[in-house]
């Protein structure tokens, strides 16, 4: 049988780098499921299209080729066959995202593509509907969350040791209490911790000491 671990919880809470960090030690699959949301929004804005428009991003989102391959380990996204990894990090592809996600038949495509995905493999999956909605019978769930303030925090310092920050401080928690309403208020699948899983709130831990708290977790 595939193991299946969901992580979910809002923007900058250290989902990813836990999600990597469990995979790598399980030698599993780690998918971030937030990655697709961004490409249907990249795809979107490419073809002029309003990521507020429901109507045109349910007919987009119909045939679109998206998928998720692996190089070294790394997930790449690839969308009509293009590698967009990198390009779907812009701040607008980002707030784009967040308003694509909220569009029930975006989700229904995104959900069914990533449990196919688990049908097939063991996961680690990242996202904000997966113990909830694409996983309900994972294995173990966790929902991670921290203080807007620090989420914010870690994001910034992400993006600048990667050479991609493009945003004030300000900016970015502005775009990220955004993207929080809209995740927990939207009517498909919000942003919600599931009633059997873990609450872990990482404020003021290291997102590698909360890492050894998930894994102890798993073992148990
Ligand atoms: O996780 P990440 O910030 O890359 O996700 C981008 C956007 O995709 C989020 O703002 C959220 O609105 C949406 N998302 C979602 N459900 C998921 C993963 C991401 O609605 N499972």
Known sequence: K??????DGPSGAGKSTMAKIVAKKLGIMYLDTGAMYRAVALKAIK????????????EMVKDIDLRIVYENGAQKVLLDGEDVT???????VTVGSSNVAVNPAVREKMVE??????????VVMDGRDIGTHVLPNADVKIFLTASI???????YEELREKGMLKQTFEELKKEMEYRDINDS?????????ADDAILLD???????EAAKVVLNIIKS
């Not at 990198?86 to 607008?92: Q, S, V, Y």
């Open 2 to 7: 595939h193991i299946q671990i969901a992580i």
């Open 47 to 58: 073809s002029g299209i309003d990521t507020k428009d429901g109507d045109a991003l349910a």
């Open 86 to 92: 990198e390009e779907i990090r812009t701040p607008a």
């Open 113 to 122: 593509l990533q449990q196919k995905i688990a049908k097939e493999n063991s």
């Open 149 to 155: 303030e620090e989420r914010a925090k870690r994001r």
């Open 185 to 193: 208020t939207r009517s498909h699948s919000p942003l919600k911790k």
């Open 202 to 208: 990482t404020t003021g831990f290291s997102l590698e």
